[in-house]
């Protein structure tokens, strides 16, 4: 199972930017699709983007043109640059690493954006 941490979060101010990290314990990082998930609470965790293995990446359109996923596979690391941030992106963000039909999560950052 691949052990996933994020970091990043804190607070931020509305209209500010951020970015998050996910670091995996894993040897094959490059054959796992990666996508990161936010949540907030009594809701369903949301898709927000996702990358590929050939780097393909695809966005909800709540956050298009705001958020981009990257990913760097020399460090096993996956990336979420997020821009103009609003309240409504306030959320726990997760990332996880899917393979094969196979899943697993990290344990989540808080993002808060509030003046």
């Known amino acids: 199972q691949v052990q996933l941490v994020e970091s990043g979060g804190g607070s931020v101010q509305p209209g500010g930017p951020r970015r998050l990290s996910c670091l995996a314990s894993t040897a094959y990082f490059n054959t796992y699709t990666m996508p990161w998930y936010r949540q907030i609470p009594e809701k369903e965790r949301e898709l927000v983007a996702s990358?590929?293995?050939?780097?393909?990446?695809t966005y909800a359109d709540s956050v298009k043109a705001r958020f981009t996923i990257s990913r760097d596979n020399r460090q096993n690391t996956v990336y979420l640059l997020m821009f103009s941030l609003k309240p409504g992106d306030t959320a726990v963000y997760y990332c996880?690493?899917?393979?094969?039909?196979?899943?697993?999560w990290g344990r989540g950052t808080q993002v808060t954006v509030s003046s």
């Open positions: 996880k690493s899917t393979r094969s039909g196979v899943g697993s």
């Open positions: 990358i590929r293995t050939d780097r393909i990446d």
